[in-house]
């Protein structure tokens, strides 16, 4: 969907749950505070971001065992839309309305159709690193670099790795993807990058063989698949049958482990708009720990990848606006409580490391063209970059980048 590929949309694998208010064992105060998971939980890009929820549902039974919000117990409530636009507006109506939620998390492929309701209600969204609503909505609260410079960074990288001649093929389910691939064509012009084949692709095509050879047959050296990760396996596989195996690029959400299985993967390189979720250190010790406990099936998944760090990450942010708030267990924890903790976040805020440095304007689009690089090299993920971002040229607040 970028350049080097789509960001992808947030998937869960239940139809709806709740959270319940205390997790089992969970000790403290018996004042809770709801917050709503809206997220496309079911349909065609499953396969990438299936454990979003149980993801969200370990963060909330960590901070549960652990005091809480600031002293209040996080109930959890997962709203699924199943693709659905008009499923989307009813869940976030639900969860603002009915179930009077402080803030939303964004794990849903719709949130166009309720980014408006959640704004006209001053509930903060929290998420959209892979959305267009991430940098064009002031409500929208990404725990990382926005998707408006994912082309950017994608065609620094391909740059810096010597492609000139790429292939895209990009999912057709979802508007975005296409979209992507066109910005990310004028882009990649800039950088002496060029698109020599652009293909849309069904999930559920039986085969990919011809856009492979036809893709063989345009000289790409690198390719890019905007798809989910199981397409993109499917798609390399089917390429590397014909003799193709071009340099594969990519970007956050699309990175499963199962690639490093995969013999054609070798020399991939992605662009990950939070940090590695593959590194175990301080930054990323107590998301490993939570799903360890809470979502075992979560890290030895198949499709374990960048999706449940950035999952993790926007419950961290969460997490630090209720502290820069200075919330108490006697403060009652409130959608205008929790703006003005991410107002307020201390300056160049990562989130003990997980996301570059953030920084919110009220009333103004999130942006943050800052992203982490990671390859595969010898059937190991690796770390590129030393760990530290790769910023591209920023942009006015809401636009997107022009080189």
């Not at 709806?16 to 709503?36: C, D, L, Q, R």
């Not at 396969?47 to 005091?67: F, K, L, P, R, Y």
């Not at 690198?222 to 990519?250: I, K, N, W, Y």
Request: hydrophobic content about 45%; overall charge negative; charged content about 10%.
């Amino acid at each position: 969907m970028t350049i080097v590929a789509m960001a992808l949309v947030a998937l869960g694998p239940a139809a709806a749950a709740v959270m319940p208010a205390t997790a089992a064992g969970a000790t403290g105060p018996s004042s809770t505070v709801t917050i709503a998971d809206l997220c496309s939980c079911t349909g065609p890009e499953a396969s990438s971001i299936s454990q979003t929820s149980d993801t969200m549902q370990a963060w909330a039974s960590w901070v549960n065992s652990h005091g809480g919000l600031a002293g209040h117990q996080v109930h959890l409530v997962v709203l699924d839309d199943g693709y659905s636009a008009a499923k989307a507006l009813a869940n976030a109506q639900t969860a603002i309305n009915q179930d009077h939620a402080a803030a939303i998390f964004d794990n849903s492929d719709e949130d166009p159709s309720f980014a408006s309701v959640a704004k006209a209600a001053n509930v903060p969204v929290l998420g959209g690193q892979e959305t267009d609503s991430g940098w064009q909505n002031s409500d929208f609260f990404p725990a990382g670099a926005t998707f408006n410079y994912t082309n950017s960074v994608g065609a620094i990288i391909a740059k810096d790795a010597g492609v000139k001649k790429i292939a895209a093929l990009y999912c057709v389910e979802v508007n975005i993807c296409a979209e992507s691939v066109h910005q990310g064509q004028k882009l990649g012009a800039h950088y002496g990058i060029h698109y020599v084949y652009t293909a849309g692709i069904g999930f559920a095509a039986p085969n990919y063989t011809a856009q492979c050879l036809a893709a063989k047959q345009s000289g790409a050296t690198a390719m890019t698949v905007g798809d989910a990760s199981s397409v993109v396996e499917h798609v390399v596989q089917d390429c590397a049958a014909q003799g193709f195996t071009p340099r594969q690029l990519s970007s956050d959400g699309t990175v499963a482990i199962a690639w490093l299985k995969i013999p054609a993967f070798n020399g991939n390189i992605d662009s990950q708009s939070d940090f590695l979720w593959f590194v175990h250190n301080s930054a990323t010790a107590t998301m490993y720990a939570a799903l360890h406990k809470y979502a075992p099936q979560v890290p030895s998944g198949p499709n374990f990848g960048e999706i449940v760090l950035q999952s993790w990450a926007d419950g961290a942010l969460l997490q630090a606006a209720v502290k820069a708030a200075s919330a108490s267990s006697s403060t009652p924890i409130t959608s205008s409580l929790i703006l003005k903790g991410l107002y307020g976040l201390p300056s160049h805020e990562t989130l003990g490391g997980l996301a570059p440095p953030l920084h919110f304007v009220k009333g103004s689009p999130a942006n943050n063209s800052c992203f982490f690089e990671m390859g595969i090299k010898g059937g190991k993920f690796v770390v590129l970059h030393g760990g530290s971002p790769i910023c591209a040229p920023l942009a006015k607040a809401g636009t997107l980048p022009t080189k």
